[in-house]
Every structure is written in structure tokens, then in C-alpha cells.
């Protein structure tokens, strides 16, 4: 107010001589009148977790694929020691007989070194695998698309060799899928949790931003507005609002994959790095993964703008029945 | 093109501030509303524009009955209708060109189809220097005048005022009414709530409603 008869005096004299300009439309709702910074960082954060259990999800079930193609590659044969058995020979009878199945590729026998490494954490170096009654393995690769007849297999190993066993990894198969499913319903049920938090915080600011601009609200009523043109004057600030915070949520969760797999990546085989890539698998999360965070980017703005629409249409049409019904005497404080 | 048929209003479980009213608005008609403060004047301009239903009674605007119409056409019915209000309702951060546009921005028109009538208009109420400033700006009068110029700009068919010459000395008063006037000549009826009686008495050929104690005697 202090600075208005200065700006009068500015503006009297343009308007004159360019015969009336006037300045780019303003919008009818201000911006400064939607308290947007807090709302912003909620979306920011709510983007950055909604972002982070994507990628977590898809991460585990990414993992959890190759491990089980890996797996189910294989299958191995495991001969227990018996002081009636060949053990050598036994293991090339049941190599051999393992490739007579169609479906088999190739079948390896785990030597007497590397069974000796493989248990070399538990027992120690310089172990002499003869003394003890250590099992040993044939490894059997199989064709994944059609795999040979297991039960038939099991069958004809016990006749052979009545101390052989078929693992098929039918069981770790099984708890990877299940436990890749069960990872997806959690990040699931973060992920609606997350988005209904947000869709609550936006119906509170666009509740708080149409009682902090009734007066706005009352003229676009006087002038015969439609309650669809009112909405999308409050919508744009929310539609700029929400893409600002879903994409700066979202670009650091993109942030965080990226360095973390760079970090992985660098220093692959450290103890550190085994240890976190036992745990999450490995942080690259491929094209899908960062197409996936820009979805989610679009999800957000596109949930919130809508959520901040059916809300303000829903005021206004109660701030309509107020006003127009005498009996009540919750009237508006500006009628 | 108003017509009101017994209708009655109270606010809450008050009593009565509108009792039996029975008349008509025609087309092209020109009429003073009047009476002592607090008799109901705002409030019957607040049913004209369809702003407020009634108690009870039949209300019947561009021969349709408003209790039959669904909500979201009374906009429709409103921008037939213009309205200024006793306080103006001005938007602070919009300058007056912007504020005056604003019903036809509502309507869904581009700048650049209706800023030349704007600009008519705000000569024509003798704001053609005030065009680019902010209401805080302006002086009483001249938000009076903005306030009219907004609710002329789209050619209502009908022009509510509530109190116009409330806030403005008597010349000031003498230009606004011969403003109402001319745009009375030119086709819109026009019914202006004031307390002012020599305002009154300068169109004789004026209607007279007066209100009290929730009832309304027409003067022809
Ligand atoms: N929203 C409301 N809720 C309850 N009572 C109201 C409301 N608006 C008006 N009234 C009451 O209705 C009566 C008529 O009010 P109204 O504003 O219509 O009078 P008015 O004739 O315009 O008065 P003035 O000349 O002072 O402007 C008053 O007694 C007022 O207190
Ligand atoms: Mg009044």
C-alpha cells in the first residue's frame, strides 16, 4: 500500500502513450495463495519412496529370475560313500546313465580337488578326502524347455546305484518364486499405502487452498462460473505442484539406483560389495526399472491433479448448497 | 421475464425477512428497490440472480421455474444476469482490465477476442486511464465503476446493483445513473437497491419497490 500512488503515477503515463497495453493475463488464482512448498516436498518424498520400492520390487524379482533359471539348469546327483561301492566307478555309471535321458546336455563329475575346495570352509585345508565318507556330486545340465523325466530318473538311479540321490532343486526353485512373490505384494501394499497418504494430503491442501481463496471462489460464482471451470483454475496449480515434486522424488531415487550400482560395480568382489550384492542382488536396474520411476513420476501428477479436481468440485458444490439454502445458518462469513 | 409468486424466505429458524412476494421484472423495464436497512433488499437481489432459493414460493426467470432446474445449468442462467455488489467484490490481485474480463474469461473466451470491448467499456465508465492498476489502488468510486463495467461487459439482460451510488458524492452519482440508464435504453432492464431517495426522484418514469416488514408495494 506504502508504494501505490508511486506505481500510479508510473502506470498513468504508459497507458497513455501505447494506447492502453496491457500486461500477460494473470491467473485467477495466484499462486502464492496455494501454499505449495510443504505440499511439494510431501509429493517429492512420497515419490522418492514410491520410486524406491518399485525399484526395490523389481530388483528382487530380477534376482530372483536369474537365480532361478540358473538353478533350474542344473540338476545334480549326489552319491553317499558305502564301503561296498566303486566310488569312481559309480559315478560314471550314473554320469552315463543320466545323459541316456533325452533332455540331459552334459553331466560333469565334481573331482576329488574341487570337492575338497567346495568344503573347505567347513573343514579346513589340506584335507584328505579319502579318509573321510565325504558324498560326491555329478553335476547334470539339462535343456530348461524340456527337461528330462525326473521320477523316471530317480527310478533307474536307485537301481543302479542304490546310495545315489537326484536333487532337482525343485524345493529352492519353489522358495525363490515364492519368495519373489511375496517381496511384489509387499512393495504392493507400500505402494498403495504410500499413494493413499498422498491422495489424503492433497485432498487437505486443496481443501485448505479453497478456504484460503473464498473470496476468489465467491466472485467466479458471480460472474457464472461452472464449478468444472473453478476446479481447473485450482487443478493447474496442483498439476505444477505435483510434477515439480514427483519429479524431483523420483529423479533421486533414479540418483540412488544409479550410484548405487556404480558403487557395485567398482568395487565388485570387495567383501562389502558381496555382501550387498548377496542381500539385494545387483542395484542395475535396466531400462524397464528406469522406465518404471518415470511412470510412477507421471502416476503421481496425474493421481494428484485428479484428487485435487474431484476435491475442489465436491467444495464447491457444498459451498453452492450453503449458499443457496436460507436454513442454514452455518452461512458464509462473507454473505 | 421475473416472476416471483408467493415467495417467502427465512434465514435459519428466523423469522420471516420476505413474506408473500407476488411480481414482476419485465424486459426493459427500469425500477428503484428500496427500504429501510435490513428489510431484505440484498437478500431479493440474491434470489433474483438465483444465488439463494426460497423458503417457498415459485420463482420462474427466462420462463423457466428455477426449482426444476438442475444445478449446473444455473450457471447458464446466470450470465444473463449481472450483479454489483455493495462491497464491490473486486479481485485484489487482478488489475481492472483483468477484473472487468473476468466473466467473459469464465465463459471461455480468448484475450484476444474481447479485449477491445473491454477497453471500449472502460472508457465508456471512465476508467480508461486505470486499466493496468490494482483495485488497492483505486479510489471508491472508481471500484464502483469497475464493479459495473464487470457486470455490464457481457451484455446481461438483466443488471442487479446493490447500493451503486453508496460509496460516491453526488455528481459522481448523477454520471453512474445516467449510466444505468443508457444501458437501459439500449435494452437490459435494470433494478437498483438504494436508500437514496434523490436518486430517486431523478427518473421519474422509474418503478418504485419498497420494502418493509417483509412485504413489497410496486409504485408504476
Ligand atoms: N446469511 C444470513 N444469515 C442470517 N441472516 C441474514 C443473512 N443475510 C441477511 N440476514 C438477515 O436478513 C435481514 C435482511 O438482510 P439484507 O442484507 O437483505 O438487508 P438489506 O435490506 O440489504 O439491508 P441494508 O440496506 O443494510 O443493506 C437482516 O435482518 C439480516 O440480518
Ligand atoms: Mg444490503
Given at each position: 500500500m506504502?508504494?501505490?500512488?508511486?506505481?500510479?503515477?508510473?502506470?498513468a503515463?504508459?497507458?497513455?502513450?501505447?494506447?492502453?497495453?496491457?500486461?500477460?493475463?494473470?491467473?485467477?488464482?495466484?499462486p502464492?495463495?496455494v501454499?505449495?512448498?510443504?505440499?511439494?516436498?510431501?509429493?517429492?518424498?512420497?515419490?522418492?519412496?514410491?520410486?524406491?520400492?518399485?525399484?526395490a520390487?523389481?530388483?528382487?524379482?530380477?534376482t530372483?529370475?536369474?537365480?532361478?533359471?540358473?538353478?533350474?539348469?542344473e540338476?545334480?546327483?549326489?552319491?553317499?560313500p558305502?564301503d561296498a561301492l566303486?566310488m569312481?566307478q559309480a559315478?560314471?555309471?550314473?554320469?552315463?546313465l543320466?545323459?541316456?535321458f533325452?533332455g540331459?546336455?552334459?553331466?560333469?563329475i565334481?573331482?576329488?580337488a574341487?570337492?575338497?575346495?567346495?568344503?573347505?570352509?567347513?573343514?579346513?585345508?589340506?584335507?584328505?578326502?579319502?579318509?573321510?565318507?565325504?558324498?560326491?556330486?555329478?553335476?547334470?545340465?539339462?535343456n530348461?524347455?524340456?527337461?528330462?523325466?525326473?521320477a523316471a530318473?530317480?527310478?533307474?538311479?536307485?537301481?543302479?546305484?542304490p546310495?545315489?540321490?537326484l536333487?532337482?532343486?525343485?524345493?529352492?526353485?519353489?522358495?525363490?518364486?515364492?519368495?519373489?512373490?511375496?517381496?511384489?505384494?509387499?512393495?504392493?501394499?507400500?505402494l498403495?499405502?504410500v499413494?493413499?497418504?498422498?491422495?489424503?494430503?492433497?485432498?487437505?491442501?486443496?481443501?485448505?487452498?479453497?478456504?484460503?481463496n473464498?473470496h476468489i471462489?465467491?466472485v467466479?460464482?458471480?460472474v457464472g462460473?461452472?464449478?468444472?471451470?473453478?476446479?481447473?483454475e485450482?487443478?493447474?496449480?496442483?498439476l505444477?505442484?505435483?510434477?515439480?515434486?514427483?519429479?524431483?522424488?523420483g529423479?533421486?531415487?533414479?540418483?540412488?539406483f544409479?550410484v548405487?550400482?556404480?558403487?557395485q560395480?567398482?568395487?565388485?568382489a570387495?567383501?562389502?560389495?558381496?555382501?550387498?550384492?548377496?542381500?539385494f542382488?545387483?542395484?542395475?536396474?535396466?531400462?524397464?526399472?528406469?522406465?518404471?520411476?518415470?511412470a510412477?513420476?507421471?502416476?503421481?501428477?496425474?493421481?494428484?491433479?485428479?484428487?485435487?479436481?474431484?476435491?475442489?468440485?465436491?467444495?464447491?458444490?457444498?459451498i453452492?448448497?450453503?449458499?443457496?439454502?436460507p436454513?442454514?445458518?452455518?452461512?458464509?462469513?462473507?454473505? | 421475464?421475473?416472476h416471483?409468486?408467493?415467495v417467502?424466505?427465512?434465514?435459519?429458524?428466523?423469522?420471516?425477512?420476505?413474506?408473500?412476494?407476488?411480481?414482476?421484472?419485465?424486459r426493459?423495464?427500469?425500477q428503484?428497490?428500496?427500504?429501510?436497512?435490513?428489510?431484505g433488499?440484498?437478500?431479493?437481489?440474491?434470489?433474483?440472480?438465483?444465488?439463494?432459493?426460497?423458503?417457498?414460493?415459485?420463482?420462474?426467470?427466462?420462463?423457466r421455474e428455477?426449482?426444476?432446474?438442475?444445478?449446473?445449468?444455473?450457471?447458464m442462467?446466470?450470465?444473463?444476469?449481472g450483479?454489483?455488489?455493495q462491497?464491490?467484490?473486486?479481485?485484489?490481485?487482478?488489475?481492472?482490465?483483468?477484473?472487468?474480463?473476468l466473466?467473459?474469461?469464465?465463459?471461455?473466451?480468448?484475450e484476444s477476442?474481447?479485449r477491445a470491448?473491454?477497453?471500449?467499456?472502460?472508457?465508456?465508465?471512465?476508467?480508461g486511464?486505470?486499466?493496468?492498476v490494482?483495485?488497492?489502488?483505486?479510489?471508491?468510486g472508481?471500484?464502483q465503476?469497475a464493479?459495473?463495467a464487470?457486470?455490464?461487459?457481457?451484455?446481461?439482460?438483466?443488471?442487479?446493483?446493490?447500493?451503486?451510488t453508496?460509496?460516491?458524492d453526488p455528481?459522481?452519482?448523477?454520471r453512474?445513473l445516467?449510466l444505468?440508464?443508457e444501458?437501459?435504453?439500449l435494452?437490459?432492464a435494470?433494478?437498483i437497491?438504494?436508500h437514496?431517495?434523490?436518486?430517486?426522484?431523478?427518473?421519474?418514469e422509474?418503478?418504485?419497490?419498497?420494502?418493509?416488514q417483509?412485504?413489497?408495494?410496486i409504485?408504476?
Open positions: 506504502t508504494d501505490a500512488p508511486q506505481e500510479t503515477a508510473q502506470d503515463q504508459p497507458a497513455r502513450r501505447l494506447e492502453m497495453r496491457v500486461r500477460p493475463t494473470a491467473p485467477i488464482v495466484p502464492s495463495n501454499s505449495g512448498n510443504a505440499l511439494m516436498l510431501v509429493i517429492a518424498i512420497m515419490a522418492f519412496l514410491a520410486c524406491l520400492t518399485f525399484g520390487v523389481n530388483m528382487v524379482r530380477a530372483a529370475a536369474s537365480w532361478q533359471s540358473q538353478i533350474s539348469r540338476v545334480t546327483i549326489q552319491i553317499k558305502d566303486d569312481e559315478l560314471k555309471d550314473v554320469r552315463d543320466a545323459l541316456t533325452s540331459t546336455r552334459d553331466g560333469t565334481v573331482d576329488k574341487a570337492t575338497a575346495r567346495l568344503l573347505e570352509p567347513w573343514l579346513g585345508e589340506g584335507l584328505n578326502i579319502d579318509e573321510l565318507p565325504v558324498p560326491r556330486l555329478v553335476i547334470v545340465t539339462i530348461e524347455q524340456s527337461p528330462p523325466d525326473f530318473m530317480r527310478v533307474a538311479l536307485a537301481e543302479k546305484v546310495t545315489a540321490f536333487d532337482d532343486h525343485r524345493t529352492w526353485v519353489d522358495r525363490l518364486v515364492a519368495m519373489a512373490r511375496t517381496t511384489a505384494f509387499i512393495g504392493t501394499g507400500v498403495v499405502l499413494f493413499s497418504a498422498m491422495v489424503l494430503t492433497v485432498v487437505f491442501a486443496t481443501r485448505g487452498a479453497l478456504s484460503g473464498r471462489v465467491e467466479l460464482h458471480f462460473a461452472e464449478a468444472g471451470f473453478v476446479a481447473s485450482f487443478q493447474k496449480h496442483f505444477k505442484i505435483s510434477l515439480k515434486g514427483s519429479v524431483a522424488g529423479f533421486l531415487a533414479a540418483l540412488f544409479a548405487a550400482s556404480f558403487w560395480g567398482r568395487s565388485i570387495t567383501p562389502q560389495s558381496d555382501q550387498a550384492t548377496a542381500l542382488g545387483t542395484f542395475s536396474m535396466g531400462l524397464t526399472g528406469y522406465l518404471g520411476i518415470a510412477t513420476i507421471v502416476v503421481i501428477a496425474v493421481l494428484t491433479t485428479l484428487t485435487a479436481r474431484f476435491t475442489v468440485m465436491r467444495t464447491i458444490h457444498e453452492d448448497l450453503i449458499r443457496s439454502d436454513s442454514r445458518t452455518d452461512q458464509l462469513p462473507d454473505q | 421475464m421475473i416471483f409468486e408467493n417467502g424466505l427465512r434465514y435459519g429458524m428466523g423469522p420471516e425477512i420476505l413474506r408473500d412476494l407476488t411480481f414482476d421484472i419485465p426493459r423495464s427500469f428503484f428497490l428500496t427500504g429501510p436497512s435490513g428489510a433488499k440484498t437478500t431479493l437481489l440474491r434470489l433474483l440472480f438465483l444465488s439463494l432459493q426460497p423458503t417457498r414460493g415459485i420463482i420462474r426467470t427466462f420462463d428455477i426449482s426444476t432446474i438442475p444445478r449446473d445449468e444455473l450457471p442462467l446466470r450470465r444473463r444476469i450483479i454489483v455488489f462491497d464491490f467484490r473486486l479481485l485484489d490481485h487482478l488489475t481492472t482490465y483483468e477484473n472487468v474480463a466473466p467473459l474469461r469464465v465463459r471461455g473466451k480468448e477476442s474481447y470491448d473491454v477497453l471500449e467499456l472502460l472508457k465508456w465508465v471512465g476508467l486511464e486505470r486499466i493496468n490494482l483495485p488497492a489502488v483505486l479510489s471508491g472508481e471500484k465503476r464493479a459495473i464487470r457486470a455490464l461487459i457481457d451484455r446481461p439482460e438483466l443488471l442487479l446493483a446493490d447500493e451503486p453508496g460509496n460516491v455528481p459522481m452519482a448523477r453512474l445516467s444505468f440508464l444501458l437501459n435504453r435494452g437490459t435494470v433494478v437497491a438504494t437514496d431517495l434523490s436518486l430517486m426522484d431523478q427518473v421519474d422509474a418503478r418504485r419497490m419498497i420494502l418493509s417483509g412485504r413489497l408495494d409504485y408504476d
